[in-house]
């Protein structure tokens, strides 16, 4: 447990070894983390997606510098699903490391797919829960694009922030509602470019189609209704006002029970996906040689579906 | 079986039926598609794929037009796991209705995620077997983004086509390879527009960055090197060159063995899902009242962490 200890005790070099045994999958890196995970759970996690092209990275490092006059600290996790980079070599990580680097309350983290397609969230998941037991009181948690693996990270943050930026297709962009749907705060980054307007128009319309208050609770404490907010990350205009939409989403998710009910949501899926990855692999261990591999070629050669395949491996197991 | 003979007979609207079904996680649809199961496997399948505002919508019209002009039968699914409509109320859609409506051996299918995130990859690719059944040669799927959802449908596909436009993001995009690294074929759609030749630059040497050719075997008939084609989908320029590069994927996977590696894959991947679903519920049943629920609240207090709390459950079983 030296890692551990020395990861509890402020250690950043200490961190950035537990973080790449996370991501390398090194059975030390789960059983540290094991050991640390009550002392978790503090950190306030912040997930900014939208799709390329629309600032993120410049925004949460303006978010991230607002956030530090506090004194508070922050973590920062970009996440790339489409880059088989890692480790700083993100182009947007130069910027960041130019405007945060030396800072001893940031700290830095990339990471991307490198073909571990399928276990990028979980490897998210992992990380970030790292960078709370290290004690950072902000985690901001920066995805590109807006696929389902966005998603499903976004899901890990408390509050999620979507980004979107004018004239990126509006034409297609004002019906995706389905990403506003994940939406705490809705921000309009690049506001000073043409089109903004009508941008904020669609985006407006969009968030009233999807968003609609219960009736006769408008303005209770316990509805949030997404804010949107116009934003010029890259002259900090409205980061103020962005850091203080997360602080008071971050008071009604306390305040409301909406926090401890999206905790449950988020622990039943993790329970869930252990749980899943326990019984095939015990279920591997136990079946005879070729079972698996027979049950394969039925299935390619269409004589059974692979639900069907399923069913009979498991009836012919001994129970 | 009424529903299926209908479909297996060309009947349009039990096949839209059935899609209905299957969408719907009808437990009858997927025993009409069990019960069918073993007439599919025909069809070739396309993925289409890439960032929004790169016209693929138009490009996929143009291109089951030029398959059309053979008199083979053309299926396209439209997936946005963005959009929360689903069923031909999506913007590209009534573009394709236009030019390609009327045609009996065009068959047009919209699917949105409706808040069903997670289950979206597994409810195309059950339409896609469906599509394949009734007897489409050929089967469009197109995706919107590049996160994992579509690199998953995408993996469904025989041949993936991912399509890049220019100036979209040229600084991100250049170093995203990963996207790049499950095109099949790389196009460069709306490349009358200005800074076309430098998104084929960077798309080239991005291209070149992820593929290197196994030396000596340049030019090997078991070599596949992806092409890159420009193309202008709205004037229909170029289309007739991505049909050729298509069909040349197609005869490269059945003579080099890759398509049979690639039918394996997805196979393992159907049946391990389809198997870890049947052991999550089986155990669900099997366990104590509230046994589940102690375990979430283990997790929550983080007194354990979702891995310990797997093992304890599967501990605590009557084995």
């Known amino acids: 447990m030296e890692l551990a200890d020395a990861v509890l005790g402020g250690d950043r070099l200490a961190l950035a070894r537990l973080l790449s045994r996370i ?7 789960q059983r540290d983390l094991a050991g640390l995970y009550a002392r978790g759970g503090r950190a306030h996690r912040v997930g900014v997606t939208g799709p390329p092209g629309t ?20 973590a920062i996790v970009a996440v ?5 980079f890692s480790g700083g070599a993100i182009l947007g990580d130069r910027i960041r490391m130019r405007d945060l680097a030396g800072d001893p309350g940031v700290f830095i983290r990339s990471m991307a797919s490198r073909g571990a397609l399928g ?8 990380v970030v829960e790292a960078l709370d037991v290290a004690g950072y009181q902000w985690i901001l948690i920066e995805t590109v694009g807006a696929g389902q693996a966005e998603v499903d990270i976004a899901r890990t943050a408390h509050t999620t922030v979507v980004v979107e930026a004018p004239g990126l297709g509006d034409d297609v962009q004002a019906i995706k509602a389905g990403i506003l749907e994940i939406a ?15 941008s904020l128009r669609a985006l407006r319309t969009s968030l009233e ?18 804010p949107l907010l116009a934003t010029v990350a890259t002259r900090g205009e409205g980061i103020a006002d962005l850091a203080d939409a997360i602080r008071r989403h971050r008071l009604y998710l306390g305040s409301s029970g909406e926090g401890r009910k ?37 299935v390619l050669a269409r004589r059974l579906t692979p639900r069907q395949a399923a069913e009979h491996l498991l009836q012919t197991e001994p129970a």
């Open 262 to 298: 999206r905790d449950r949501r988020r622990g039943e899926a993790e329970l869930e996906a252990a749980l899943s990855e326990h019984l095939i692999s015990e279920l591997r261990s136990r079946l005879p040689d070729g079972r698996l591999e027979s049950a394969l070629d039925d």
């Open 119 to 126: 276990g990028l969230s979980r490897a998210t998941g992992d």
């Open 184 to 198: 705490d705060v809705l921000v309009l980054n690049k506001a000073d470019l043409a089109g903004a307007e009508a």
């Open 80 to 84: 790339d699903p489409s880059s088989p």
């Open 55 to 74: 600032g993120k990275s410049s925004l949460v490092n303006e978010l991230a510098k607002i956030l530090r006059a506090t004194g508070e600290t922050v």
């Open 23 to 29: 991501e390398n999958g090194d059975p030390e890196g």
């Open 209 to 226: 189609f999807g968003y609609s208050a219960p009736k006769g609770s408008a303005g209770a404490a316990d509805v949030w209704v997404p």
